[in-house]
C-alpha cells in the first residue's frame, strides 16, 4: 500500500475505527513506515471529534439521524452518477467518510445537511421537546435545595419581624437589600437566612410563605455559572423558567455581580404575575 491508497481508501475509515481486520493490518503496516500518513491519521481523528463535539450525532433523534443519513446518500448518489458511473455499491455515508481527498468539503456539507435536517426536524415537530432532560444549572439547584429544606422547617436566623429590619440586617452582611412585596399574590415575608454555600459564598434566603407553596428567593455572590438559554419568558432583566418541577425566576443584579433567584412550586404564569405586581 503506498500513501495515495493509504489515504484515499482507508484513512477516514481508520480514523472512524471501521476499517476490517484484513484492512487494519494493511493500514497498519503503512503506517509503521510512514510518518506522514500517521500525522494524517491524528489531524483527521481530532477532525472527527472536534465535529462529534459540535454535533453529537449519538444525541440525536433516532428519526433525525435516519433523515441525515438519508440526506448523505442522495448527496453522495448524486456526485457519484455525476463523476464515475461504475462506483461499488456501498452504503453511501460510509463511502463519503471514505473519500479522504473530500474530507474537509464533506464535513462541511455534513455540518450544512445536519443544521438544514435539525431545523426540518424541529418544524415538524408539532410539541415542544419536554421530552429531552433540561439541562442542570448549579445556581438554580442550589436555589432549589434550599427551597426543599425550608419546606420541611424554616427558622430566620436574622432580624425578620418586618420587611425593613430583613433589609437592614442583608444591608450589614452587604448583600442585597432589596425585599419583595408579594403580599397582593397571597404570599406573606416569613423571614431571612444568612447561611454559606459550600464553597464559602455568603447566601441570604428569604421565604414569602403563601396557602400551599412558599416563594423562595436566593442569592449569592455570581459563580459564574450562565443562566439556560432560552427563558419560557422574560420580563425586563428577569428570566423565568421551568426547571424540575420547579417555577424559577432568575435576575442577575446590575451592581456587585450577585444574582437573585427566586423558586417556587407555583406555576410559571403565577410566578410571573407575583413578580410583575411586586415590580409596580
Ligand atoms: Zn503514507
Known amino acids: 500500500m503506498n500513501c495515495i491508497e493509504y489515504i484515499e481508501n ?9 476499517l476490517s481486520p484484513g484492512e487494519l493490518r494493511d493500514a497498519e503496516q503503512h503506517l509503521r513506515q510512514c510518518l506522514g500518513c500517521r500525522g494524517r491519521l491524528d489531524d483527521e481523528r481530532a477532525l472527527k471529534s472536534l465535529v462529534r463535539q459540535h454535533i453529537e450525532m449519538r444525541a440525536m433523534p433516532a428519526a433525525m439521524r435516519q433523515q441525515l443519513l438519508d440526506a448523505l446518500d442522495r448527496a453522495a448518489s448524486e456526485d457519484e452518477s455525476a463523476s464515475d458511473a461504475g462506483a461499488p455499491a456501498q452504503p453511501a455515508h460510509r463511502l463519503l467518510k471514505r473519500r479522504a481527498a473530500w474530507v474537509p468539503l464533506a464535513v462541511a456539507a455534513m455540518l450544512a445537511i445536519v443544521f438544514a435536517v435539525a431545523r426540518r426536524f424541529e418544524s415538524n415537530q408539532s410539541a415542544p421537546t419536554e421530552a429531552s432532560a433540561p439541562v442542570r444549572n448549579p445556581d438554580f439547584d442550589i436555589a432549589i435545595a434550599a427551597l426543599d429544606r425550608f419546606q420541611r422547617g424554616f427558622a430566620p436566623n436574622v432580624p425578620s419581624d418586618s420587611a425593613a429590619a430583613l433589609s437592614a440586617a442583608y444591608a450589614r452582611a452587604k448583600m442585597p437589600d432589596f425585599i419583595w412585596n408579594f403580599g ?12 454559606k454555600l459550600d464553597d464559602g459564598r455568603k447566601a441570604t434566603y428569604t421565604l414569602y410563605r403563601g396557602a400551599q407553596n412558599s416563594i423562595l428567593c436566593t442569592r449569592f455572590r455570581n459563580g459564574g455559572a450562565a443562566p439556560p438559554a432560552n427563558p419560557a419568558k422574560t420580563l425586563s432583566n428577569h428570566r423565568f423558567y421551568r426547571y424540575r418541577g420547579y417555577s424559577v425566576c432568575y435576575t442577575r443584579l446590575p451592581d456587585g455581580g450577585f444574582v437573585c433567584i427566586l423558586a417556587s412550586r407555583i406555576s410559571l404564569d403565577r410566578m410571573v404575575q407575583a413578580v410583575k405586581i411586586a415590580l409596580k
Do not use: N, T, V, Y
Not at 484513512?11 to 471501521?18: I, K, N, T, V
Not at 397582593?184 to 447561611?195: I, N, P, W, Y
Open 184 to 195: 397582593a399574590s397571597g404570599f406573606k415575608l416569613a423571614g431571612g437566612r444568612l447561611e
Open 10 to 18: 482507508f484513512l477516514s475509515a481508520h480514523a472512524d475505527g471501521e
